[in-house]
């Protein structure tokens, strides 16, 4: 026993769980519906990350196309609940129309300002398989929140997911950098019906939003065993 205790002392480092506010932002445009499986399984695993949290974080669901507005969910206290109608909006959300990355975005911060807490760490997580076709755009969105940043406001780090070889990858890559968040790329998954046997974008995406809510939450994972998942359809 006193050994583990040395090994942990060294191996480790504790700290507090952070309590967190999140806003998901998931992009709803035509591209995302094709193949039909791309949407779904992001879907589905966004509402992994939904599950992931607890009492005492907040949670907020924001998708766009051309445009972005009103939240699917505004930015509430996480509970059973609010869970479950992140759940319902998360599943409501359907592919169509054009991109404007920066409408988006911008709903992430105005949720967070209105209703978020100041002493939570705070995140937007973005995902994206596309190039803006509508205006506004990440440039415009990173130039609102660096005058933010200049006026002392408090502003979130913002995460990024992108899928497939036509996102808009360098920008995305640049916007997590440049808010002090996280890039993740995910393949295009195959045609086909969602959950086809033998794809891994399902998991690839469940791993993903793992890995963005311990960085925000500040914890971290120590064991990882992948083996085969099972999707149940009611």
Known sequence: AQEIAVLKGIAAHYVMRADADNVLVIDRSG???????????????????VDSWREGDMVGVVSFECDATPPELTLRDWTETSRDDAHTEINGIAAGGGTSIGNGL????????????????SALILLSDGNNTCEAD??????????RVDGGDQVPQVHTVAIGADANRPDLENLAAT??????FAAEPPAGPKGVPGTDFFRDMAEIYR???ERVSRQQQVLNQRGESQRITP
């Open 138 to 147: 990440i440039a415009d969105f990173l130039a609102t929140y660096e005058g």
């Open 106 to 121: 911008q709903v992430g911060p105005d949720e967070l300002v209105a209703s978020g807490d100041s002493s939570h760490t």
């Open 179 to 184: 808010t002090g968040g996280t890039y993740h």
């Open 31 to 49: 591209s995302m519906g094709s193949p039909a499986s791309k949407i779904a399984d992001a879907k589905d695993a966004a509402e992994l990350y």
């Open 211 to 213: 890995t963005i809510s």
